[in-house]
């Protein structure tokens, strides 16, 4: 038919003729771009015809699944948080140093990385659920130890467990969104979980203080043991495993209105007889049906595949002997410059919370302040509705104007269109660094460092958000890699930070030293998101041989 092009859709890649569509560039609004003209948004990935395909499941159930997600990272989150408003009793209890604590915390940040390299690829072999489970298990034993540890040795090994255990929180939530959303949809879904990412980080240490104070520091732990136990069962009885293989030969091949420059003639984009009108709405009947989430009445299923997937235990194919190989294979990600970069704007905006969450128990528990753990824990109020705002910003409000951007691109949507909304949080980072570590070094009233930390909250989530949305718009289909090199080096970066930031505060002192990372924050998002809108693409389309690749040597291996 002519003015129509053929185009697989199965993982939104293509080049047509007049556009240069190199991998994660898709054709995500079809329509016109006249005022008042039908549009509509491509789904990608094509859903299959296999009723267990997560993409076809209704609105609730995904809603569920994405509420246990936001559960999980929250619960984890308040675990490997919660701990700075409790530094003096550790430290008076120990009768160690600052320092000694910030050693146990690094430690877990860098396993939370490192774990991430063998719960990944392990999750793509027997599921997204079990890993889910296992992590929660592990957990549960390390707060056990940690409610019952009596020196510092016990501390920083028991962190070490909370770090193995927890790290499939900062990567595979990320991933079952992608299994169960369309492109479209991802980027206020993964809103929401580093929303919960930042309910644990910032609620967990308010609850703490007040349990602190009135329980015993020792409790702390044991209720992160009673949380961790609850959230298993929740993820035992309820959670559905998200991971399915789609097969290629099940892509559907869609025809889709090739848009061609703004100077066609209204007349040209419209169907010029009865025939073609009617081919038209053959053909759109036959994609409805194609990939209808509902069943055809008098369609037969088999009976198992009704049956939610609460299997414990479920084995996907591919011999054991390449899920081992699959441990190391995602750092060859690390050739696309788009995965450095997010991995490192992801770490400095954690590494800051944890920067500014290692003052807050030193400078706010001395005069003119004189807070106990209670108040100290109050502090957290501030970031947590700076988060909420930035998880709005970065997740449906950042998909509105993407959706509108790539309609002004004759519909094709740029991952780099994401990116945009750091330019401005680059500011806001910066000046909430500036103004929270300037301001309490001179010992300012307390409201005003406060309103430093509620910036620093708003950027961390835009940052985190967008980071983990643009990397798994550009490589989707080797977004299990991707993720896991993402959340390495983000680790990686907070460990280096964490391991170092006393040492950085007494050499510099603390008004400098936050001064510093304020410009840091600045440059490492604003002027590089910049490059990657302007750049990005480019580096796409020179990477492409590399991820077609890898991509096909992973989808052969059906990890």
Known sequence: MAGLQTISFAHGEANFPDYDAPPGTVYLVEGTHEAGAAQAIVL??????????????????KLYHVICLVIYAAVLGCITQWESVIYLPLIQTFRIGVSSLNVGAALML??????????????????????????????????????FVD???????AHVLIGLGAAPFEALPAISIADIFFAHERGGKIGWYVF???????????????????MGWRWIYRWGCIFTALTILLFYFTFEETRFIRERGEEAIVDVPHRKTEELSIGSRNPSTAGDIQEKKSRELELAREIGT??????????????????????????????????????????????????????????????????????????????????????????????????????????????????RNRGWREPEFRLWVLVPTAFVMACGLILYGVTSAHAMHWIIPILGAGFVGFGLSI?????????????????????????????????????????????????????????????????????????????????????LKIAEQFEARNL
């Open 151 to 157: 020196d510092i040795g016990g501390w920083q090994g």
């Open 294 to 407: 509902q069943p055809i009445a008098g369609e037969v299923f088999e009976t198992d595949n009704w049956k939610p997937q609460f299997r414990l235990w479920q084995l996907f194919p591919g011999a054991w002997r390449e899920v081992w190989l699959e441990f190391f294979r995602p750092l060859i990600t690390c050739a696309f410059p788009a995965v450095i970069w997010c991995g490192i704007n992801y770490g400095t905006c954690v590494s800051w919370l944890s920067v500014m969450g290692t003052t807050i128990a030193e400078v706010f528990s001395k005069p003119p302040y004189l807070f106990k753990s209670s108040s100290l824990g109050l502090i957290y109020i501030a970031p947590l509705i700076g988060s909420l705002i930035g998880a709005i910003c970065a997740g449906p409000l950042n998909d509105i104007f993407i959706i509108r951007l790539s309609n």
């Open 110 to 147: 860098l396993m939370l990385g490192v774990g991430n390299c063998f719960f990944v690829p392990l999750s793509n072999k027997i599921g997204r659920r079990s890993v889910y489970i296992s992590s929660l298990v592990v957990v549960l034993a390390a707060c056990l130890w940690l409610a």
């Open 44 to 61: 990608i990935p094509r859903p299959s015809q296999d009723i267990r395909d997560p993409l076809r499941w209704s609105h609730w159930r």
């Open 196 to 214: 919960g990412l930042s309910i644990g980080s910032f609620i967990g240490p308010i609850c703490g203080g007040f349990v602190a104070d009135n």
């Open 463 to 547: 940052g985190g958000t967008i980071a983990m949305a643009y990397i798994i718009d550009c490589y989707e289909r080797i977004d299990t890699h991707v993720m896991t090199t993402v959340i390495l080096i983000r680790n990686l970066v907070g460990f280096g930070i964490t391991w170092g930031i006393q040492p950085w505060i007494d050499g510099m002192g603390q008004q400098n030293c936050f001064i510093l990372t304020g410009v840091l924050a600045f440059l490492i998002m604003g002027p590089a998101a910049l490059a990657f809108i302007f750049w990005g693409k480019r580096s796409r389309k020179a990477t492409t041989s590399l991820y």
